[in-house]
């Protein structure tokens, strides 16, 4: 079964308009943490927000906020205000820390910003 | 402060070949894994090192084999070379709690 599950291939969006990208998670242990990256074309992974499974808050940095629903297993990112330079690749992944430190990440969404 | 640092950035191998890639962590960090990711997938984990050693590895034959320097650096060599390793190879390093910061990747292509 799969661990992370993106099920957006892609999504359009115009500028200064908010999307929400979707992930849900697939875990059987208590703790574990949610992460999101961007890949542009350039290929480097950019960290942009972390959701530890403890957390009670949703997490937010800046335009990026995650919607962390625990009991769905639902962790789906947010970007406020779009911006033509959010044009990307987006992957969730997560992190479940009895199994080590190895991410497990999704397929991805690519996100196209258009103005 | 320098991050991530991959070479080479590209690489044409030929099958059965052998190659070797190499990374360069943030300053101050002394964990390395790297990851493969195939065209139009998210990365799949390959292993990662602490203090020299392969602490955790994933699903991958033993063609994949590594190495951590004293200085935190890492290398990752795949022998026979597959089509099928054909991939963007990515590092990436971390320490402590910190998260992982990743490198821009090698484009290795097999031909």
């Known amino acids: 079964a799969q661990k992370i599950t993106q099920t957006q291939p892609g999504m359009f969006v115009q500028e200064k308009e908010a999307v929400t990208l979707d992930c849900t998670y697939d875990t059987s242990d208590q703790s574990y943490g949610l992460f999101w990256y961007k890949q542009p074309s350039s290929g480097e992974m950019i960290f942009l927000i972390y959701q530890g499974s403890y957390d009670e808050q949703n997490a937010t940095e800046g335009r990026y906020s995650l919607n962390f629903q625990k009991a769905r297993k639902s962790a789906n990112l947010v970007i406020s205000a779009s911006q033509l330079g959010d044009s990307a690749m987006y992957f969730c992944a997560m992190r479940e820390l009895r199994a080590g430190t190895a991410l497990i990440f999704g397929k991805g969404t690519t996100l196209s910003v258009s103005s | 402060d320098a991050g991530v640092t991959q070479s080479p950035t590209h690489l044409i191998k030929t099958r059965g070949q052998q190659v070797t890639l190499r990374c360069s962590p943030k300053s101050g960090h002394d964990t390395v894994s790297w990851y493969q990711q195939a065209l139009g997938q998210g990365p799949q984990f390959i292993f990662q090192?602490?203090?020299?050693?392969?602490?955790q590895r994933g699903n991958f034959p033993d063609r994949f084999s590594g190495h951590q320097f004293p200085n935190y650096s890492s290398e990752l060599n795949v022998n026979a070379l597959l089509l099928g390793d054909s991939a963007l190879y990515l590092c990436?390093?971390?320490?402590?709690?910190?998260?992982?910061?990743f490198g821009s990747g090698t484009r290795l292509t097999v031909v």
């Open positions: 990436a390093s971390r320490t402590g709690v910190e998260g992982y910061t």
């Open positions: 090192y602490y203090e020299e050693e392969e602490r």
